[in-house]
């Protein structure tokens, strides 16, 4: 694979050094520790029980176009492969693409690991609450469930059905008033209840107000997380903002500087190539664009021009003041509450791997992180994005010791940590030859992890961890 031609005509980023994995340190935790991804044992686990759901969300990606996602559920045989990381787990959530109250045996799975995990750990599982019941919820805390997340993205009737195709609300606040008592009956006051809502353009005023709703009805916290479009139909949906912050900065200081000096940079892409027919004024400005492309390089800032010039700061404000008042009544009603990014963090982190997270699929396979997970296409902005499944063995075949600790999951967790590579969402190359390739290989960076491009370690999706 031959890698692009860097120039100042078609790019407003390229790296100025390419660091090979092997170069770039890993730094420890904040009190000189090692980072729990190199511990000799996962401390945070991830088991997907089934991938069957009994409702077809249009934003989901079983229901988009060419999904080759596999329904099956979870073996006790297979779950047991797990024994020897449960003594040492900090968490457990047994949830993956499907709804875990359709396994039968998801009691037993949840018995099975309390008495084994310690005791200041904990077990959870996000669900959609359509099949939970009073005796179903006591079922899950004598088992030694800790805590649920419920799906709630509206306080609407019309538009929780819309979103939650199968659902109505009246389901949530059924499920609420059953956990609620089961709470009470089993004598567990220390069991959290929350909620997940998927932000987008159409119900981010409704936030706030589900904030309430759900406090009022017992719930403990809230997730929140963007919408990740598997179809082009939702890009439109996505509600936050395509460039960096520090990319947004630079941008408008030097916007500001445009506006002071009459320079207009709206036509930038129509006049950058006209060599020969420009005049004075649009060489003024491509030259203007161009000083602003070496500021943001010196700065290691990766900056895509078109999308900034098409940017909406009004929508950007708005979702900053939505989430402003979000803070502010999850501190007046007790909430605790995760809100995503507005725009993708310059500085990239990754939750699982840093956390020391596993995955396995329900057929037991092993994977490093939820981007991972499952094979899919997905889109940011107008992007099409392939996305392959990354395993490193099946419980089936070896223990999860032996597959953690192996050479090639260790060699990816630290490559992972390194946060050494490209920001190509705000790169003027994409879609470039090696992200946008149905199977990944590198990246520009040589890396031979596609964090470059991951949504989760831009800091836009949350997820119950």
Same mark, same amino acid.
């Given at each position: ?19 090979? #994995? ?317 809100? #995503? ?80 590579? #490209? ?7 994409? #879609? ?29 999706f949350n997820c119950m961890s």
């Amino acid at each position: 694979m031959n890698k692009p031609t860097w120039s100042i005509a078609n790019l407003s980023h390229a790296p100025s050094t390419v660091i090979t #994995p092997a170069t770039a340190p890993i730094s420890p935790i904040a009190d000189g520790t090692p980072q729990p991804a190199l511990f000799p044992y996962p401390s945070k686990l991830f088991v997907e029980t089934t991938t069957y759901c009994n409702l077809k969300c249009s934003m989901c990606m079983k229901q988009t176009m060419g999904s080759e996602l596999k329904e099956g559920f979870l073996t006790m045989e297979i779950f047991r492969g797990l024994d020897p990381a449960f003594p040492r787990a900090e968490s457990l959530v047994m949830s993956g693409i499907g709804e875990p109250l359709l396994c039968r045996e998801l009691e037993d799975f949840i018995r099975h690991a309390r008495a084994r995990m310690p005791r200041d750990s904990w077990i959870g599982f996000q669900s959609n609450g359509l099949l939970l019941d009073e005796e179903r919820a006591v079922s899950l805390m004598e088992a030694g469930l800790d805590r649920i997340c419920l799906s709630v993205d509206s306080v609407s009737p019309e538009t929780f059905s819309t979103v939650r195709e199968g659902g109505e609300l009246g389901d949530i606040d059924r499920a609420f008033a059953a956990l609620a008592s089961a709470r009470e009956r089993c004598g567990r006051p220390d069991f959290r209840i929350g909620i997940e809502f998927v932000i987008m353009r159409d119900n981010l005023h409704e936030l706030p107000s589900t904030l309430r709703w759900a406090a009022s009805r017992g719930a403990d916290f809230a997730i929140t997380s963007h919408l990740l479009p598997y179809d082009p139909a939702f890009v439109k949906d996505a509600a936050y903002e395509p460039n960096t912050e520090d990319a947004i900065r630079l941008f408008e200081s030097w916007r500001k500087r445009a506006e002071a000096e009459g320079i207009d940079m709206s036509d930038y892409f129509k006049t950058a190539f006209l060599r020969y027919s420009r005049t004075p004024e649009q060489d003024r400005m491509v030259d203007f664009v161009r000083r602003m492309m070496d500021d943001a390089r010196g700065r290691d800032i990766f900056l895509n021009v078109e999308s900034l010039l098409q940017r909406d700061p009004g929508w950007y404000a708005r979702v900053e003041s939505t989430f402003a008042e979000a803070r502010a009544i999850a501190t007046e009603q007790g909430l605790e509450l995760r809100l #995503p990014a507005v725009a993708p963090r310059s500085d990239r982190a990754c939750d699982f791997l840093e956390g020391g997270s596993v995955f396995v699929s329900w057929d037991g396979k092993v994977h490093p992180c939820y981007f991972l997970w499952h094979k899919y296409v997905c889109y940011f902005t107008e992007r099409k994005k392939h996305v392959s499944t990354k395993s490193f063995g099946s419980l089936t075949e070896e223990g999860i010791m032996e597959i953690w600790n192996a050479p090639p999951f260790r060699q990816f967790r630290e490559e992972v940590l390194r946060h050494d590579y #490209p920001f190509c969402a705000n790169c003027n190359l994409i #879609p470039c030859e090696y992200l946008y390739c149905e199977e990944f290989e590198q990246d520009c960076y040589t890396n031979t992890v596609p964090c470059g491009d991951c949504f989760w370690c831009m800091g836009l999706f949350n997820c119950m961890s």
